[in-house]
């Protein structure tokens, strides 16, 4: 008998269920023992909400690390640095950014202007600066970390405040710094941010023009040094033992003269757990999901060149009719067009395929609870904890709200359109690309508006990967109703928690 067909969790759903529980202890044991010996505390400034990590065994007063995060990240994306660089003695800081996480207040100003969003951010790493070295366990002298966006406010931080000794640039884009300033800069970027690693090499030869990768060059007081870590992207990097090793050793040599904190402690990888413990609470849910009703026969499958048309219309008619009469109302970066563009879609693919998403449902609200629990509830947790903010706050709560009933209508009318997930892959595959398409056909008509709709894209394409599945199960067995629901409410959820608050025109 073949082995995946020993281990169908239709046939087998204790053992299933009981597997991934074993993986996901497994994922929580060296995640929670990557925090043993730190002390976390609650931090403030000036509104900014954060975290202070400290090492329990710490001698005494030590440099101050301020670690920022990059757009629609928060100070969990950042944890990796924040434990590790604890343990090896510093004082840091992790904070949410104004519009971020759980900070309560929006970014603001012109957000493609260098004195206009750019300048506030900049100013709120000053004000963390202020309050961190107020702290006691602070022995005034800083350095700054700094990811993707991020990258670039902590240069110009550091170019702004003579306070700051070293400067770590991981997956930079910044072009603020000169030949002689910061004056210690080490640039991080994954082997595969092709282009982020030839702006790090060209501000390393900025200092000498024969600089090469992995080679730290420098004058006098100025230090450069663009490091690659291997096999990594734009978030895989965070987590890459080289980016530990190397922000550690380059934190050790810029406070060697004053005696820094010297510990070189291992690094305890956290990346690969947090994507086992993900991906185990998404498959205990396939044995959850026979609870449910005995699975619905296969629906008619729409004909060819009717799917074809559910998918083609509104993919390309949605963007020229919501560019059109689109109006910001909501306070965060255009996930107001997103409600809109979502419920045009829905209604127009449920309008071209001429079937109720009433038929062949049954189980709705069981099914609707079971994706709640498991998406948001035991995934959103374990997400929160460990890798990104998942728990709304103040506004947040009014954007999920906003962005449900066109989320809904969208997935229902996806779960019609695939067969309530009997349909054929390439079916599923096509539905997905269509609405990825049609977002960035929108991005392309109203570039200056709705530019950042092209951010939204992977967060869309990671919710397909992982919520769709579980919503598959869900419809095999209850149908498209409770399906679509499920997920349009966890995908409203997944959107209103992501992107940054922001107020006024942008």
Request: hydrophobic fraction near 55%.
């Amino acid at each position: 008998m073949p082995l995946l067909h020993r281990l169908d969790p239709r046939r087998h759903p204790v053992a299933w269920l009981l597997l991934a529980v074993v993986l996901a202890l497994a994922a929580l044991w060296h995640l929670e023992q990557a925090r043993e010996g730190i002390e976390t505390r609650p931090f403030t400034a000036g509104g900014t909400p954060g975290t202070v990590y400290l090492a329990r065994d710490r001698a005494g007063p030590a440099p101050l690390v301020v670690v920022a995060h990059g757009f629609a990240g928060s100070r969990q994306l950042m944890q990796a640095f924040s434990f590790h660089l604890a343990r090896a003695g510093y004082t840091v800081v992790a904070y949410d950014s104004e519009g971020h996480g759980r900070n309560p207040l929006p970014m603001s100003g012109d957000v493609t202007a260098i004195d206009g969003t750019t300048r506030l951010l900049v100013a709120e790493v000053e004000r963390v600066i202020d309050a961190g070295l107020a702290l006691p366990a602070s022995d005034g002298r800083v350095a700054l970390i700094g990811h993707s966006m991020a990258s670039d406010i902590v240069v110009r931080a550091a170019l702004a405040d003579p306070r700051v000794d070293a400067v770590v640039a991981v997956s930079m884009f910044s072009e603020a710094m000169s030949a002689t300033a910061p004056a210690r800069l080490l640039m991080v970027s994954g082997e595969w941010e092709g282009r982020l690693r030839s702006v790090a090499l060209e501000a390393t030869r900025q200092v000498d023009a024969t600089a090469r990768e992995n080679e730290t060059v420098g004058t006098g007081a100025v230090r450069r040094r663009a490091a690659v870590a291997p096999a990594r992207e734009h978030l895989g990097v965070l987590y890459s033992p080289t980016t530990l090793e190397e922000t550690t050793r380059w934190l050790h040599d810029s406070f060697a003269a004053g005696a820094g904190p010297g510990r070189d402690p291992a690094v305890r990888p956290t990346g690969a757990w947090i994507l086992v413990l993900l991906a185990a609470i998404v498959f205990s849910f396939r044995p959850v999901a026979e609870w449910l009703p005995r699975p619905l026969p296969p629906p008619a499958e729409a004909g060819s060149r009717r799917f074809l048309l559910a998918v083609a219309v509104p993919a390309v008619l949605v963007p020229l009719v919501a560019v059109a009469v689109y109006r910001p109302f909501l306070p965060v970066l255009v996930a107001d067009y997103l409600a809109l563009h979502l419920a045009l879609y829905g209604v127009l693919q449920l309008a071209v395929l001429g079937r109720s998403p009433f038929a062949g449902s049954r189980a709705s609200g069981r099914a609707v609870a079971l994706l709640l629990l498991w998406g948001v509830g035991f995934f959103g947790l374990a997400l929160d904890r460990y890798a990104a903010s998942f728990l709304p706050s103040g506004e947040r709560w009014a954007v999920i709200a906003a962005l449900a009933p066109g989320a809904m209508l969208f997935l229902v009318a996806d779960a019609v359109a695939t067969d309530a997930g009997h349909g054929a892959l390439w079916r599923r595959l096509l539905a997905r690309f269509a609405l990825l398409l049609s977002l960035s056909l929108a991005a392309l008509f109203d570039q200056e508006r709705l530019g950042f709709v092209l951010l939204v894209l992977p967060v869309v394409l990671l919710f397909f990967c992982v919520h769709g599945l579980m919503g598959r199960w869900v419809a095999l067995r209850a149908g498209p109703l409770g399906a679509g629901i499920g997920l349009g409410l966890a995908l409203a959820w997944a959107l209103g928690v992501s992107f940054p608050l922001f107020a006024g025109e942008y």
